[in-house]
């Protein structure tokens, strides 16, 4: 195969090295790479334990949504009971479902990545350690300080998909909706902060020679997963924005009455919210992809096969969201398109659940802890799928939409696609972290349990569906048939709950936590690399891959690996390192060197908290306080950026030679920004489909955009701001100081252009609480305002960094990136300015 880098392959043939190596190389990395003490728990980076924070913290969110369904149950056991009240009822069935989705089932497969990845790609860590702690506690303290509202009677009421107008200020005017929507707003950061991480760790970290089609398939699961959370995920982002900014200022983005449309929300909130389904199951199908080989000791059929089903998965996963709006009224023709496009998507779902079933069947199955599950999964899965074709048709959609049989299909596919997958990974992979093995005779009560649990509550709710029972009510009445499907239902959720509470039971019996690499062993006799012997600091050298089941094909290699004949046996510089390869062929590139142990990650997470929280009560003061004191951290964190050593380049292993250092588009940080502003592009976007969209729905309420020619000097000025950004690259070899001029130089001239174009838009008339043209045009002025605002806090870094001497060839990523942002802004800012004109025209 080709180089892609100009490396040569048959380097690779040194390795494995011979002989011993130096007495003291493995100290050093363990002292390096040290286990924390006390308070040091707050400011670990390395993913062995980031990773079991995050996951531990998911389950929890998991038991307690739980225990809101127990309550839910128990209300509906019998007609007309009063165990909770209506509104405490209508709070409790929100937080179940906002927690399931929003704080368990997504960040539940990311804590998994970050846990996962790093070993089954033989990395030292993930290329943004500090990035990864602050998604985490960012997710952390905002998830339970918006859990415990519900304590105080202030949690949401309107639904985990908060429509409008039931979700305005003149039908719910307390401060509930506002904690879901900055609640939630402020965690899908922390969800798309993961999402860059596993991207370019995927892409740029992976051990030298794991080509693409060498990669473990829970990492192709991971990266489309994370791709799917960069384009899907500012759609949320921006409706909440857009809802909570009608509510606390009065502008109608929903409000029918005054030029807005609440079908705008359910657009918005759908193109996220179906995907999401999809973002959800493919990291569990990853997880049964690599167990159901482990089970069967067979190599998995059809893996070429799987990867272009969840790439399929991933693209038609955005072309269904309208699959939940056919009761709206679209045009025939609308709904036949996505009605296909629903039935469409589980072609690919169903070729990955036939090869399991064939790599089942050719191999020698077991039916342990895993494989109980494994078998769970399929069974529950299908089902849910075949209910999820049946409501894609659009005359039977009519018919069960908003009744208990799409409760049932629901979490018929969230159960079977990801609950199920993702215990059968505790019990796959806890030996990988744990001293030991949880225990097989228990995992058979406990999957009996939650398996004849699950159908038992959810199966009933099918028929209670068809005959009527609509969903979101906290009661009704008898003598309409529904008494014994909802008795049998909570019955049945008592006795999954059973089985949640023996699985406890196991894991206090059981878990041990060993970070840095369990001594349970192998139990079920994986072939992939994350069980290579491993300490805080992964694997003590990183191999070289030939082969999709390393462990299997070569079985010397584990003792190789430990025996240090591999990739960087000890540290080259002295400090925490990895070898960044290349995205297609991971040839190594150069040494990065990552950052370690922080408190800044830390007080940055909980600064934003304060930002989102303080606002939702309307302390005001605190929250602009807490916001400054979070950028603040982040700058000081980021202070460290381009850490010099003294080596420009280091052997990392048999004679080869890589840079300590490179920059441009070869650099992981050049990767992350170029993710960072497809994020912003997808919100970007989604904004100026609102202002089509209402444009379309309410021309009534139209008003004439100041002309074409009023736009002339905006784009001058945002011409001049992109040339300015992109000539600070190039003025770098004559000065640091010079780029940095250029940098707030084009900062400068996009910040008048942004003020000119609000002053044609003032002059025209237009004001943002008259209409929802008015109210859209200003949102893109303020998304506009928020780019050169960040825009101007990063050349200003650079400029800081430049004075001190910071920032000089070749380590110069600070300007690259800040160079790529304003470049990204002008064009943005370019773009507003005429899309609001041309396309506004009544």
Avoid at 59 to 65: E, I, K, N, S, V
Avoid at 199 to 204: C, K, S
Avoid at 689 to 709: D, E, R
Wanted: aromatic content about 14%; some cysteine; overall charge neutral.
């Amino acid at each position: 195969m080709r180089s892609e880098t100009g490396f040569d392959p048959a380097l690779y043939d040194r390795f494995p090295t011979k002989g011993r190596r130096p007495k003291g190389e493995e100290d050093a990395l363990r002292r390096i790479w040290c286990k924390p003490k006390g308070w040091e728990y707050l400011t670990v980076v390395n993913n062995n334990y980031v990773g079991i924070y995050y996951l531990g913290t998911a389950f929890l969110f998991f038991l307690m949504a739980g225990v809101l369904a127990l309550l839910m149950r128990a209300q509906l056991a019998a007609p007309m009971l009063e165990i909770l009240p209506q509104g405490t009822y209508n709070q409790v069935f929100t937080m179940h479902g906002t927690v399931m989705m929003f704080l368990f089932a997504v960040p539940a497969v990311e804590a998994a990545g970050v846990l996962l990845l790093p070993q089954m790609l033989a990395a030292r860590d993930l290329p943004f350690p500090r990035l990864s702690a602050y998604a985490f506690w960012a997710y952390a303290v905002g998830g339970l300080c918006f859990f415990a509202s519900i304590f105080v009677g202030l949690a949401p009421d309107g639904g985990w998909f908060m429509y409008p107008p039931l979700t305005s200020k003149a039908f719910s005017p307390g401060i509930n909706t506002d904690f879901w929507l900055l609640g939630i707003g402020f965690i899908e950061i922390s969800a798309i902060a993961g999402a860059i991480e596993i991207i370019v760790g995927v892409l740029r970290t992976r051990a030298p020679g794991m080509s693409l089609d060498k990669m473990p398939i829970f990492a192709w699961s991971m990266l489309v997963f994370a791709v799917m959370i960069v384009i899907a995920f500012p759609s949320i982002i921006l409706g909440t924005l857009l809802l909570e900014i009608e509510r606390a200022l009065g502008w109608p983005f929903f409000d029918a009455t005054r030029g807005g449309d609440p079908m705008l929300w359910q657009h918005l909130f759908w193109f996220f919210g179906h995907p999401e389904v999809y973002i959800i199951f493919l990291p569990a199908a990853g997880m049964m992809s690599m167990i159901v080989a482990a089970v069967a000791r067979e190599e998995l059929v059809g893996y070429r096969l799987i990867v272009l089903a969840m790439l399929a998965t991933g693209f038609i996963s955005f072309g269904v969201w309208a699959h939940h709006m056919f009761t709206t009224g679209m045009p025939p023709m609308t709904t036949g398109f996505f009605s296909a496009a629903s039935m469409a998507v589980s072609v690919p779902a169903g070729l990955q659940v036939f090869s399991w079933i064939a790599t089942l069947a050719i191999g020698k199955r077991s039916f342990n802890a895993p494989g109980l599950f494994v078998l769970g999964s399929i069974t529950i899965f299908v089902t849910g799928g075949l209910t999820g074709v049946m409501v894609a048709m659009v005359p039977f959609d009519w018919q069960a939409h908003d009744s208990y049989f799409i409760v049932a299909h629901l979490h018929y596919v969230l159960i079977g696609g990801m609950v199920f997958p993702l215990f059968a990974a505790f019990y796959y992979w806890i030996p990988m972290v744990s001293r030991r093995a949880l225990s097989e005779p228990l995992a058979k009560w406990i999957f009996g349990l939650m398996f004849s649990g699950m159908n038992i509550a959810f199966l009933p709710m099918h028929l209670a569906g068809l005959q009527g029972m609509p969903r979101r009510v906290y009661t009704y009445l008898p003598g309409q048939g529904l008494e014994l499907p909802n008795l049998i239902s909570t019955i049945g959720a008592f006795m999954l709950a059973a089985g949640v509470l023996l699985f406890l039971i196991d894991l206090a019996r059981n878990f041990r936590l060993a970070p840095g690499g369990g001594n349970a062993g192998n139990v079920y006799d994986g072939g992939t690399l994350e069980w290579l012997p491993s300490e805080l600091y992964s694997t003590r050298s990183i191999p070289v891959v030939r082969s999709r089941e390393p462990l299997r094909d070569d079985p010397k290699l584990a003792d190789d690996v430990a025996a240090g004949r591999y990739f960087l046996p000890g540290s080259a510089t002295g400090l925490r390192e990895t070898i960044v390869t290349s995205p297609l062929l991971a040839e190594p590139q150069y040494l990065q060197i990552m950052p370690g142990p922080s408190a800044w990650p830390f007080a940055a997470a909980v600064f934003t908290a304060g930002f989102f929280l303080a606002l939702t009560v309307q302390a005001y003061m605190f929250g602009w306080v807490s916001g400054v004191l979070a950028v603040a951290s982040v700058l000081r964190w980021l202070w460290e950026t381009d850490r010099p050593v003294e080596q420009a380049e280091v052997d990392i292993g048999a004679g080869i030679m890589v840079p300590t250092y490179v920059t441009g588009p070869s650099s992981h940080g050049w990767w992350a920004m170029v993710i960072l502003l497809v994020v912003m592009a997808m919100i970007f976007i989604m904004a100026l489909f609102s202002l089509a969209f209402l444009w379309s729905n309410q021309p009534g309420f139209w008003t004439p955009p100041p002309t074409i020619g009023a736009a002339l000097p905006v784009a001058l000025l945002y011409g001049t701001a992109l040339v300015a950004a992109l000539a600070a690259r190039r003025l770098l070899p004559r000065g640091a100081g010079g780029s940095a001029g250029l940098l707030l130089f084009s900062v400068l001239a996009a910040g008048v252009a942004l003020w000119l174009d609000w002053s044609s838009w003032r002059a025209s008339g237009l004001v943002p609480q008259a209409s929802g043209q008015g109210a859209t045009i200003y949102a893109l002025q303020a998304l506009q305002a928020f780019a050169v605002g960040t825009g101007l806090l990063m050349a200003a870094f650079c400029a800081a960094r430049a004075l001190r001497g910071l920032v000089s060839l070749p380590r110069n990523n600070s300007v690259d990136l800040t160079m790529l942002f304003l470049a990204y802004t002008a064009v943005q800012g370019l773009v507003a300015a005429l899309f609001g004109r041309a396309f506004g025209m009544p």
